[in-house]
């Protein structure tokens, strides 16, 4: 309780073997404070680096923070069951949460004065809950098709941006995707398009939850289903109560 590490280069947290799965525990109030260049770094793009950080009541911030931190860095073949960063404080980093391919759990945490709060690549859905985000210049960074239900309960005050980026991409699954209410908007920075591709009998789902405010940048729009009208390509959109508007006055 209450002791301060001080890290000095990576820390890279990976089995060398894909039976194997090295997992870091790290809870009690402990505070670690990391040089520039030196990062916490979860799994690898290798099958046989399988890793896992599970932190509670933990502080991960940088030794200076003019200079900052690469940040908690989850990689492909993280152990997403295994990976939960509940009730710490993430700040002064690049990116607070840095998500590739890979799905750890985001709760109960303080992710402030960061580049990216959480930053999400097209094949990451982190679990996103119950978090304070202050101070970032971006909190959240999502892609449209890895929004399912599992962005919600967050609180956002003096961001550069007070809301959820949502990166453009096709919904392109026979499944119903759930944009949770949250206590901010999406802003849609890219084309959305909804539609499953080229079968008739399955279809893409977008369902937005009652009281959600969705804005557009000027050059992004959503799209339900295929623009020439062929029923291979079936989308719908399910919302009542919300608000599509513009990011801002350029409409």
Same mark, same amino acid.
């Given at each position: ?29 402990? $505070? ?19 890793? =896992? ?6 502080? #991960?911030?940088? $030794? ?5 931190? +690469?940040?908690?860095? #989850?990689?492909?073949? /993280? ?24 799905? +750890? ?19 990451? $859905? ?16 999502? *892609? ?11 609180? *956002? &005050? ?45 279809? /893409? ?11 557009? &940048?000027?050059? =992004?729009?959503? #799209? ?24 801002? /006055?350029?409409?």
């Amino acid at each position: 309780s209450g002791v301060l590490v001080h890290i000095l280069s990576d820390i890279n947290v990976k089995s060398s073997s894909s039976s194997a799965l090295s997992t870091l525990i790290i809870e009690g109030g402990a $505070q670690f404070a990391f040089d520039d260049d030196a990062g916490l770094r979860i799994g690898s793009d290798n099958t046989l680096y399988r890793g =896992a950080l599970n932190a509670s009541n933990v502080t #991960f911030t940088a $030794q200076d923070t003019s200079a900052g931190w +690469p940040g908690l860095l #989850f990689y492909n073949y /993280s152990d997403d069951a295994s990976s939960v960063v509940n009730s710490c404080t993430v700040e002064y980093a690049t990116h607070g949460v840095y998500c590739e391919s890979a799905n +750890p759990t985001i709760t109960n945490s303080t992710i402030r004065n960061n580049t990216d709060g959480i930053y999400c690549d097209g094949t990451s $859905q982190p679990t996103i809950t119950g978090n304070t985000f202050t101070g970032n210049t971006r909190p959240v960074s999502i *892609y449209a098709h890895r929004i399912r239900n599992n962005i919600s309960g967050n609180s *956002y &005050t003096g961001n550069t941006k007070d809301y959820i980026e949502v990166q453009g991409t096709i919904l392109d699954e026979n499944m119903t995707y759930v944009w949770s209410k949250d206590n901010a908007p999406y802003v849609v920075v890219g084309d959305i398009t909804v539609q499953y591709n080229n079968n008739s009998s399955y279809l /893409s789902v977008l369902q937005i939850a009652s009281g959600t405010t969705v804005k557009f &940048t000027s050059s =992004a729009d959503l #799209f339900i289903g295929h623009e020439s009208g062929s029923n291979n390509y079936k989308g719908a959109l399910t919302a009542t109560g919300d608000t599509f508007t513009s990011l801002d /006055s350029t409409g």
